[in-house]
């Protein structure tokens, strides 16, 4: 088995970050799935191949030990999420949380704040409902990745159609006992006819809010293959373990998912390819 390594001395800018995946053509009896690359990937390409999506704050002592563990337990994407903390203190946690995803073809994300998102070079932003998508892929890097909530069916489709939204973020699903209805797994359902998970040209999206260990099974029983939940501290490492654990699963047991990942690496980059915008884009 052929084993082939990229790496760079200089540090990564947002581009280098972007870097496509490693197109490999093979002579002799070799065939492509005899081939391990170690190589970073696109991405797009990571995106797509995310399934967990671990939302946490920066009241952290030591954020680079904690995001390391999130990443040993199976998170694929970081999101830092924390309206309250200092643009130094995210900013800071970020970059630092960067520095460990990068080597390990992971992601970070940046919620809402665009001037940040611009300030530390994010390679994903995740949007509120009042974030313009197309304003912000014309301000951050060339092939940043940009995410939107999906509340409800017209949300679902309405992303589904945009060519300036990278991914969604589906729900909330549940919420805490006490508050507002969620729309459950009825939304779920909806998502996963607008955006097939199979599609590796479609949209990916994540099933969020209220999402544990023990509600993912109705979650992915209704067509979610990845999903976001929120973590406090180190008490939910566990829990990021078994969601990983059973989103993996979920995954490898869908006929829809078989070959995905050959399929995700032949088609490109959505990103960096196929998005024609130089400004604000109504969606």
């Given at each position: 088995m052929a084993v082939l390594e990229c790496r760079s001395a200089d540090p990564p800018s947002g581009q280098q970050r972007a870097v496509r995946a490693v197109n490999l053509i093979c002579e002799g009896p070799w065939r492509p799935y005899d081939v391990a690359v170690t190589a970073l990937m696109g991405l797009d390409v990571r995106l797509r191949l995310a399934r967990t999506l671990v939302i946490i704050d920066t009241a952290h002592d030591d954020v680079a030990s904690f995001v390391s563990a999130l990443f040993a337990q199976g998170a694929d994407i970081i999101q830092f999420r924390d309206p309250g903390a200092s643009m130094d203190r995210v900013r800071a946690a970020v970059e630092t949380a960067q520095r460990i995803a990068m080597p390990m073809n992971k992601l970070v994300a940046v919620t809402?704040?665009?001037?940040?998102?611009?300030?530390?070079?994010?390679?994903?932003?995740?949007?509120?409902?009042?974030?313009?998508?197309?304003?912000?892929?014309?301000?951050?890097?060339?092939?940043?990745?940009?995410?939107?909530?999906?509340?409800?069916?017209?949300?679902?489709?309405?992303?589904?159609?945009?060519?300036?939204?990278?991914?969604?973020?589906?729900?909330?699903?549940?919420?805490?006992?006490?508050?507002?209805?969620?729309?459950?797994?009825?939304?779920?359902?909806?998502?996963?006819?607008?955006?097939?998970?199979?599609?590796?040209?479609?949209?990916?999206?994540?099933?969020?809010?209220?999402?544990?260990?023990?509600?993912?099974?109705?979650?992915?029983?209704?067509?979610?293959?990845?999903?976001?939940?929120?973590?406090?501290?180190?008490?939910?490492?566990?829990?990021?373990g078994r969601v990983s654990s059973a989103l993996r699963q979920a995954w490898n047991d869908d006929p829809a998912l078989q070959d995905f990942a050959f399929k995700a690496l032949s088609t490109g980059s959505r990103a960096a390819g196929f998005r024609s915008l130089s400004g604000p884009a109504s969606w």
């Open positions: 809402g704040d665009l001037n940040l998102a611009r300030q530390v070079m994010a390679d994903v932003l995740v949007g509120g409902p009042d974030l313009d998508p197309g304003l912000a892929h014309a301000r951050l890097h060339e092939y940043a990745l940009v995410g939107a909530p999906a509340f409800d069916a017209d949300g679902c489709r309405r992303i589904a159609e945009s060519d300036a939204v990278d991914f969604a973020l589906v729900g909330p699903v549940h919420l805490a006992s006490g508050t507002a209805t969620a729309p459950g797994t009825g939304l779920v359902r909806i998502a996963a006819e607008a955006m097939p998970v199979g599609d590796p040209k479609g949209t990916p999206w994540f099933a969020v809010g209220g999402i544990t260990p023990d509600r993912l099974g109705d979650v992915v029983a209704a067509g979610a293959r990845r999903a976001g939940i929120v973590v406090t501290g180190e008490a939910d490492l566990v829990a990021v």
